[in-house]
Each structure stands twice: as C-alpha cells, then as structure tokens.
Nanobody
Framework: QVQLVESGGGLVQAGGSLRLSCAAS????????MGWFRQAPGKEREFVAA????????SYTDSVKGRFTINRDNAKNTVYLQMNSLKPEDTAVYYC????????????????WGQGTQVTVSS
C-alpha cells in the first residue's frame, strides 16, 4: 500500500510560480511511474504530467509544455511539479498518483492517489 501526500499549493498571481511536492511512503517508490493530474470545479480530472521510474522519461499535456516541469528524487521518495508562468486556467486541485503501468495519461490506470492540493491563480 502506497501513501501519497501532496504539498505546495496556494494562491498565486498570474505569471507566478509554485512548486508542488508529493511524498510517498509504504512502497518501493522507484517501482512506480508517477503522475500529476488536476481537476477544476465542474470538470473531469485531467492528466498534467508523468515521469518514468528513474526520471529519464517524461510526458506533459500540451497546455503546460514549456511551463511545467516534473521531476523525481527516488532517494527522497518524492516527485515534484515545478509550475511557472501560471495562468488562471491552471486553477484546480492537483493530485499526484502512482502506477506500475505505462498508460500514464489515463487516471483509471493509477493505483494510488494523494488527497490533492489546491492551486489558485488570480488574474
């Protein structure tokens, strides 16, 4: 059983930056592909970014490419999402998730989820 705890959310002005962290416990962290998803009010949960087992492979949704960076520190059992040039449309609850599979953009393929952290970007 893997437990995931996100932190780092908050309120920021458009154009600002935030760094989200997700600390994992209870499993072998390097055995999981890690993903970040977000869900805005009234919308479905959507894929944001994912990173492979040792961090060499990454994937991003088009709307965040060039602004967000995902990385991981397997020694600290932590995955990060650096978010720059934030826009009001980035406002959502951000979730980290873990999967042993390769379908990294599909929420239902992830076995473990954190509780989420709120990111609010004001215009």
């Amino acid at each position: 059983q893997v437990q995931l705890v996100e932190s780092g959310g908050g309120l920021v002005q458009a154009g600002g930056s935030l760094r989200l962290s997700c600390a994992a416990s209870g499993g072998t962290f390097s055995s999981y592909v890690m993903g970040w998803f977000r869900q805005a009010p009234g919308k479905e949960r959507e894929f944001v970014a994912a990173i492979g087992f040792i961090g060499f492979s990454t994937s991003y949704t088009d709307s965040v490419k060039g602004r967000f960076t995902i990385n991981r520190d397997n020694a600290k059992n932590t995955v990060y999402l650096q978010m720059n040039s934030l826009k009001p449309e980035d406002t959502a609850v951000y979730y980290c998730a873990a999967t042993r599979g390769l379908a990294v953009k599909i929420p239902s393929r992830y076995e473990y989820w954190g509780q989420g952290t709120q990111v609010t970007v004001s215009s």
